[in-house]
C-alpha cells in the first residue's frame, strides 16, 4: 500500500511539477512579449533622443528591459530542460503505476471473491443446519425405533426370562446409547459425521447385545438397521476414497483384496513369479502369512503398534504390487490400508499434541514418523500424502514457533523502540541530529514489526489454502468454524497491512512534528540570545550616561540589530511554518487524490475523448476555412479581414471547448461527489477517514500557523510603527538641531558684521586723532617752547603721578614695597625733563659766571654733556613715535584700499547686473510684444504678411538694443579690468611705501636716502611679490588651501580638516604648515554642528537610494524631502540676508570716501614722492 | 525618483551658472563637487556625476563640438539597432511559447509579413525560423556600428579639454577682448559664446583674406 501511495505520490507531483512548468513557460514567454514591447518602444526613444544624456538615461531603462528579457529566456530554457526530464520520468511513473492499478484490481477481486466466499459460507451453513435439522428429526425417528426395539426386546426378555441384571445392563447400554446420540447431535457436524455417530453408536449397541438379544427380531431389525446406516455411510464414503468404513470388516476387506479379487491376485501371483527365487516363496508366504495374520490383526487392533507391525507385513508383501499398481490396485491398496492410515493419523494427532507441549521434540517424532514411513516401503503413495502432510505439518509448526517467537521477539524489540523514543525526548541529552536517529531506528523497527505481523498473517492464510488443497478441500466444504477461521485468517492481512500503513504515516507525522518543535525550540533559543544580546548592546553602552548625539546614534545601531535579528527570525519562522503546512497539505493532497482518481479517471476519459473531437471539428472548420481562401493572393485589407475571420473563428471554437470542459467538470465533479457518497470498502472508507484525520490535523496547523503569523505581522506593524516615529523623531531632531544652528550662525555673523564695523571706525577715528595730534606736533614751535612744553608736560604728569601714588599710599591702598617702586619709576621717567631742566638752570648759572672762568668752562662742558644725552634720548623717542605713526598710517591705507577695492567691485558689479536686467527686460518685452502679434494675427486683425513683418522689426529692435547692452556690458568689464589692475598695482605701491618708510622710519636722521632707494628699487619685485603670495591668514577659513604655511586660529578657534580627514583645533594665532586641499574653518563649534548635520544627512540618505520612496514610507520620505527642500530654501534666503549684509559696508565705503582726502595728503608726502 | 531631482536641483549644471574656473577643475580633476550650489550639503557622487554629463553635453552643444555629434549619433545608432534586435529575439521567442498578436504585429512592423499561422505548426515554425535568420543581418549592423563608435569614444576620450586648452584660450581671448578674462568670473557659456565669436570673427578674416 505504501508503495502505492509513494507511486501516486510521485505521479501527481511530477504532474503538478509539469503543471506548473508549462505555466512558467507561458509566464515567460508572456514576459518576454512585454519585453518586446518595451524594447519597440524604446527603439523609437532611441531615434528620438535629443543628446547624450537622453541615450544615458534611456539606456539605463534599456538595460533593465535587457535584463528582464535574459533572464525570462533563461528561465525558459532550464523549464524546458526540466520539462523534458520530468515528461521522461512521468512515463516511467505511468508504466508502473498500470502495472500497480492491476495489483489493486486483482486485490479488490479477491476481496470480493471472499466476501462472496463469505456468503457462500453462510449459505452453505444455512444448508448445513436444514441437514442438521434434518439429522435431529431421523434421530428423533431413529430414537423411537430404537425405544421401540427396547420395548419390543424387553418383551421378549419378558417372555424368555431374561434376568434382571442383563436387564439392568441393557438400559446401562441403551442410556450409553443416548448420550452418545445427544453428544452426536450436540455436535452439529453434518448428516455426515451425525450419520457416523448413529452408526458407531447403533453398531456398539449392537455388539454388546448377547446372542440370544441378537437373535431377537428387534436384534434382527437392528442388525437390518445398522447394515442400511452402513450402506449409506459406505455410499457416501466410497466416492471420497474413503475406506475406513470397512475397517470393521478388516477381514472381509483383506480376503477380498487378496482372494476375491482374482485379477489383483493373479496380478500379484505375476509379480510373484516374476520375483523368481525370491519372489516366489516371498509371495507364497506372505499371502498365506497374511491370510492367517489378517484374522489375528483384527484382535490386535487397540494396540497401534501391532496394527503397524500388520501393515509392515502387508506392506513387504505388497510391495511390488504397489510399485505396478494401477488404478485399480491403488484402490485396493488403499482398501487395505485405510486402518493403518487411520491409525497413523491418529499417531500424527498425538504427534500434534505432544507438539503444542514441547515444540522442541517435534522434529523427532516427525522423524519417528519417518522412520515408519520409510519402513513401509510399499505405501509409497499413502507414504507420498503422508509425507506432504508432514511437510504441511511442519510448515503449520515451524509457522506456530514463528508466532511465539515473533511474540517474545516482539516484546523485546518493544523494549528497544521504547529506549529509543524515550531517548528520542530527551532534548537536553541529545543532539537533534541524535534524536532523529533514534527515533528513525524506532520508526523502522516498529514498521519492521508491522511488516513481520504482515508476513506472518500471510504466511498462515497460505498455508490454510495449501493445506486445503492437500486435503482436496475446497471453501464451500470446510466448516462453519473453519470458514470464520478461514475469513479472519484473510482478513487478518489486511488488518495488519492497515496497521502498517497507519504506522507509516503517524511515524512520519511524529518525525515531523519532533523537527517542528526542536526547531521551534531553536527559534526560542535564538530569540532570548537576540535579547539578551540587545539587552547587552544596550548596559555595554552605558545608554543612561550617552550625550543626545551617541544616544542618536546607538538607537539607531540598536534598531538596525533589532530589526536584523527580527526579520531573520520571523524568515524562519516562515519557513517552519511553511514545511509544515506544506507536509500536511501534501499528505492530505495525497490522499484526496487517490480517492479523487478512480472516480475521475472514467469522467476524464470520456470528457478528454469528446473534447478531443471537438477540438478536431474546430481545427477541420479552421483548415476549411484557409482553403476557401488563398492567403497569398489577397490584398493588405483582406488578408487583415481573413485574420480578424480566422481569430474569430479559432476563438469561438476554444469557447465552445471551454464551455464543454466547464459543463465536464461540472459533472464530473458531481460524479465524484456521488461516487464519494457511495465509498463503503474498508479500504476506502480508511482513506477518507485518515484522509479526514490529515485535513483535522492540517487545519488546526493551518490556522494555529496563521495566528502565529497574523501576530508576527502585527508586532511587523507595531515594530515598524515604531521605527517610523523613531526615524520622523530624529528628523525632527536633526531638523531642530539644524535651525538652531542657522539662526546662531546667522546671529553670529550679523554680530561679528556689526562688531567688525564698530571696530573699525573706532580704529580709522583713532588713526585720525592720534594723526593730527603728531602732525599737529611736528608742527610746534621751537625748541624751547618744546623742552618747555614738554617739561611742563612731563613735570605735570609726574606730579599728578605721584600725587595719585601718595595717595594710594596714604589711604592704605597699596602698601610701603609698591610705593617706593611706583616713586622710583616715576622718576626715572621724569630723569629726561629732570635733565632738560637742570640744563636750562645750569645756563642760567652760566649767564651770571664771569667768561672765562674755570667754573663758567666746567660749567659749559656740563651743559654741553648734557645737552648731548638730552638730544639723543629724544631722537630716539622720535624714532619711536615715527614707527608708531608709519605703522598705524599703513595699516590706514591699506584698509582704506580694500575698501576702495571692494566699494568699485560692487559699483561694477551693480552695473553690469542693471545691463542683465536690462537685457532680460529686453528679452522680456520683445516676447511679449511678438505674443501680442500672435494674438492679432490668430484674431486675424493682422495678415501673416504685416505679423511677420512686425516681428522681422521687432527682432531687429531687440538684437539692436542686445549689442548696445553688450558694448556696454563690455566696456564696464574693460573698466573692471582697468581698475583690477589699478587696484593690484596700487596694492603694491602701498606696500613699496610701507618698507620705504619702514626704512626711512629706521633712519632719520640720514633721511633714509640710500636705504630707501634699494628699498624702491627692489620693492616693485620683491614687495609685490610678497603681497601676490601673502602668508595666508584664514579668519574666514577656506575649503581648499593651496597647501605650505598660513596662520590659523587668529580670531578665534578654528578647526582644521586635512584631506586625510584629520580634524585639528586651533585656539591661538599659529603659522602652520598645512597639506594642499586642507579646509579651515572659522568657527570650531559650528563646522562641529556642520560636520554631524552633514554626517546625519549622509546616514539617512545613505539608507535610501537603494528603497524606492513608495515601498519605504512614501509619506515620511516626502515629508522628509519636503523640509529638506524647505531648509534648502530658507538656508538660501539666510544667505540672501547675509549677502544684504554687504550693504552695511557701504557706510564703511561713506566713512572711508573721506579718507581718499586724506590719502591724497600723503601722497603728497615726501616719502611717497 | 524625486529625491534625485531634488537633489539635482542643488546642483549646478547649466553652463551659464557654472564658472569656467570650476569647469576646468571639474574637466581637469574630474571632481563635481565644485557643482554644488551648498557647500556644506552633502550629495552623493552619482548626482554629481548626472549634473556634469548634461554640463558638459551643453558645453559640447555650445561649442559646437564635432567630435560629440558623432559620439551621439553613433550612440544612437547601436542602440536603436540593439533595441530593435532585442524586440526581434523577444518577440520570436514569446511566439514559440505561445501565439501573441502584439508580438506578431511588431514583427510585421519591422516588415516580417509572414502568416504566422499558429494552427499549422510546421509553418509557423518556419515562420518563425525565417525571421530569425533573417534578423541576424541587423546584429551584424549593429556589431559594426558599434565598433565604430567604439573608435570614436577611444579617439575622443584622448581630446578631452585640459587645463592647458583653457588657458590658452583665455589668453587669446583676452586679447581678442581687449581685457583680462578671470575664470572665476565668467561662465561657462559665455566662455563658448566668446569662442564661437572669436572663431566666426577669424573665419570671416581668413575670408577676407582670401
Known sequence: MSELIDKVIDEQAITKQITFLDSQLIKAG???????????????????????????????EYNKT???????????????????????????????????????????????????????????????????????????????????????????????????????????????????????????????????????????????????????????????????????????????????????????????????????????????????????????AGVGGIKAFGTAMLELLANPVVAILAAIAAAIMLVKAAIESNGEATNKLNQVLAPFKELLTFIMSIFSQLVTV????????????????????????????????????????????????????????EVVIMENRNKARQKDKYSIADRLTFLKTADAMELALSQDHVELATRAFNLKKQQMEEEGRTYEMLTKDEKDAYVNMEAEIYKAKSEYFQKTTRLKSMQATLVMEDQQDQIAVVESSNKLKLEQLKTNANFDNLNSKQKIAFNKKYSDQDIKDQMSLIKAKENLAGANVEDLQGQYDILLTQLKQNNQKMSAEISSYNIQMLQKQNDSNLLKFQSDHNYDTMTFEEKVKYDNDYFAWDQQGKQKVLDLQKKYNKITSDEYRIANENLKSEKKIFITQQANTMIQQSELLLSEQKSYLDSQVKLDQDYGNKSVGYQQEITRKLFEIQADLDTRLAEEQYKNNQIDIVAFQTKLSNIKAQRAALLEAQKTGSENDERTRIIALESDTSVKRRKIQDDLYLSGKISSLEYQTSILKINKDGSDNQLAIEIWLDKEKLATLREGSEEQIKLQQKINNEEENLEEKKANRKIHAEKELQKKIIELIKASASAIQTIGDDQYQDKLDKIDALKTANSDAATKENDEITKKLNSGILSQKEADAQSAAIDAQKTERDKQLTAQENEIKTKQAIFDKESSAFNIILSTGEAIMASVAAFPLTAGMPFAGIDAAIGAVELAAVLAKPLPAYAFGTLDHPGGPALVGEVKPEMIQTPDNKIMKVDVPTIMSLPAHTKVFPDYDKALQEMAFNASIRSMYDSVPDIEISTYNDAMMRKYMGSLVGQTEKQNSKLDKLNNLDKHLGDIANNTRNLEGVLKGLKKNPWFS | MKIISLLLKNVNKACDKVLLSDFIECTTYKSYFKLKRLKWLYVPKFILQKAWTILFEEYCTLSRNSGYEAFYEGMQKVYRLDAKLLAITCAVNCLSQKYDSSCVDILRSFGYTYRFNWKDKKEYNQNLNKVISKCKSIAIERDREKLKFEALAKQGKNQDPGVDYFQTSLITLSKYMGYRLNPKEITVAEFCGMTTGYEKEIEQLLKQKS
Open chain 1, 30 to 60: 508572456t514576459s518576454l512579449g512585454t519585453c518586446a514591447d518595451a524594447a519597440k518602444k524604446f527603439m523609437d526613444q532611441f531615434a528620438n533622443a535629443k543628446g547624450v544624456s537622453d541615450v544615458v538615461s534611456i539606456m539605463s
Open chain 1, 66 to 284: 535587457l535584463l528582464q528579457a535574459q533572464k525570462a529566456q533563461t528561465e525558459i530554457s532550464v523549464a524546458e530542460k526540466n520539462r523534458a526530464d520530468k515528461l521522461l520520468v512521468l512515463q516511467k511513473v505511468q508504466e508502473s503505476n498500470a502495472k500497480t492499478e492491476l495489483i489493486n484490481a486483482q486485490a479488490i477481486a479477491a476481496t470480493q471473491k471472499a466476501q462472496e466466499a463469505t456468503t457462500k459460507a453462510e449459505q452453505t451453513r444455512a444448508d448445513a443446519a436444514a441437514k442438521v435439522a434434518a439429522a435431529a428429526e431421523k434421530e428423533t425417528k431413529a430414537e423411537q425405533e430404537l425405544m421401540s426395539a427396547k420395548q419390543m426386546m424387553i418383551n421378549i426378555l419378558t417372555k424368555e426370562g431374561v434376568s434382571v441384571d442383563k436387564m439392568n445392563m441393557t438400559k446401562s447400554q441403551a442410556s450409553t446409547i443416548n448420550k452418545l446420540v445427544a453428544t452426536a447431535n450436540g455436535a452439529e457436524k453434518g448428516s455426515h459425521e451425525q450419520l457416523a455417530a448413529q452408526y458407531d453408536l447403533n453398531y456398539k449397541a449392537y455388539n454388546k447385545l448377547s446372542a440370544v438379544q441378537k437373535d431377537t427380531t428387534a436384534g434382527k431389525a437392528m442388525l437390518a438397521s445398522i447394515g442400511e446406516q452402513s450402506k449409506a455411510l459406505k455410499g457416501m464414503e466410497g466416492p471420497m476414497g474413503n475406506f475406513t468404513r470397512d475397517v470393521g470388516n478388516y477381514k472381509n476387506n483383506i480376503l477380498s483384496a487378496l482372494g476375491a479379487n482374482q485379477g489383483f491376485i493373479g496380478n500379484l501371483a505375476n509379480m510373484a513369479m516374476g520375483a523368481e527365487k525370491t519372489g516366489t516363496s516371498f509371495a507364497t
Open chain 1, 358 to 413: 514441547i515444540l522442541s521434540g517435534v522434529l523427532e517424532l516427525e522423524k519417528f514418523a519417518n522412520v515408519i514411513m520409510s519402513v513401509i516401503p510399499g505405501l509409497d503413495k499413502l507414504a507420498e500424502k503422508n509425507l506432504q502432510a508432514i511437510e504441511l505439518e511442519k510448515q503449520k509448526q515451524k509457522l506456530a514457533a514463528d508466532m511465539r517467537a515473533d511474540i517474545l521477539r516482539d516484546a523485546k524489540e
